[in-house]
């Protein structure tokens, strides 16, 4: 019983750990997207073919 609750522990860590990278590459991403789009924004407007 004893080592399962270990196994459990470090599992959670293990999640808590992966969600933590997980949210830090969102918001990298989410920079790059607001990027892209302060950009794509002060391109000159074209008018797209149709």
Do not use: N
Request: aromatic share 8%.
């Amino acid at each position: 019983m004893r080592e399962r609750t270990l196994a459990h522990e470090t599992w959670s860590q293990k999640m808590e750990k992966w969600s933590h990278e997980f949210a830090q590459r969102m918001s990298e991403i989410q920079d790059k997207l607001d990027g892209l789009i302060g950009y794509v924004d002060r391109l000159p407007k074209q008018p797209r073919p149709q």
